[in-house]
């Protein structure tokens, strides 16, 4: 079975601080992992997909098989990175390809 | 412009109503998606379509029921509203080939009494 896991709910940090959102998943198969972010009054949107490896808004992350995780890294907070994050992770369950989403990190960044 | 439309964007209602969520997009998508997101909490997928005339249920099982017979229009019915139907309901998008970039609606914040 598929399973994403965000272990922190909230997360504070200044501004110009690095941060890190953590994100572990379980997955038998050949796991693509992504980050969807929802800004205050905006929709869920794609922030970035580990086979990208491309960096968006400053944000990075790397899939790391061996602990099973993808977290999300920022070296420099700024207040407009304050969002809900959430870890998905790709699938195929059944013959058919799912997106499962873990609970989410709501981060803080203040001034 | 391409869009993925949800409406209403807040509904309160009594229980025991028929309840339709309505979902359009513009953008040509083949596939399509419900997500039900409780506060605090992850999107559990309830139901999802490959194309007209495909409809699956997901991981979450759910009383209600979608139809898809044009490609753009993919609504949720609730035959009769509980108050444990009370959700924020997402619908999204996706091209045909890969799930991953999915294109979310504004979703619907469902309150039934």
């Known amino acids: 079975a598929q399973r994403v896991t965000q272990p922190e709910k909230l997360l504070s940090v200044f501004k110009g601080a690095p941060v890190e959102l953590k994100c572990n998943y379980s997955?038998?198969?050949?796991?693509?992992l992504f980050w969807y972010v929802q800004y205050s009054r905006q929709r869920l949107q794609l922030l970035l997909r580990?086979?990208s490896r491309e960096s968006i808004k400053g944000f990075t992350a790397d899939l790391n098989k061996g602990e099973t995780s993808f977290h999300l890294k920022k070296p420099f907070a700024q207040e407009e990175d304050s969002a809900m994050y959430y870890c998905?992770?790709?699938?195929?369950?059944?013959?058919?390809?799912?997106?499962?989403f873990g609970k989410g990190t709501k981060l803080t960044v203040n001034p | 412009e391409a869009d993925i439309y949800q409406t209403p964007r807040y509904l309160v209602i009594g229980t025991g109503k028929k309840i339709t969520l309505e979902c359009s997009q513009t953008m040509g998508h083949d596939k399509m998606y419900w997500y039900q997101q409780d506060p605090g909490m992850e999107l559990h997928l309830i139901h999802y379509?490959?194309?007209?005339?495909?409809?699956e249920k997901g991981d979450l099982s759910s009383e209600s029921t979608v139809s898809r017979i044009r490609t753009e229009h993919f609504p949720l019915t609730l035959e009769s509203a509980r108050p444990s139907h009370t959700s924020q309901y997402l619908c999204?998008?996706?091209?045909?080939?890969?799930?991953?970039?999915?294109?979310f609606g504004s979703g619907t914040q469902l309150s039934v009494l």
């Open positions: 997955y038998s198969g050949s796991p693509e």
């Open positions: 580990h086979i």
């Open positions: 999204a998008s996706s091209d045909t080939g890969r799930v991953e970039k999915l294109f």
């Open positions: 998905a992770l790709s699938g195929h369950q059944g013959g058919s390809e799912k997106l499962v």
């Open positions: 379509s490959y194309g007209v005339n495909s409809t």
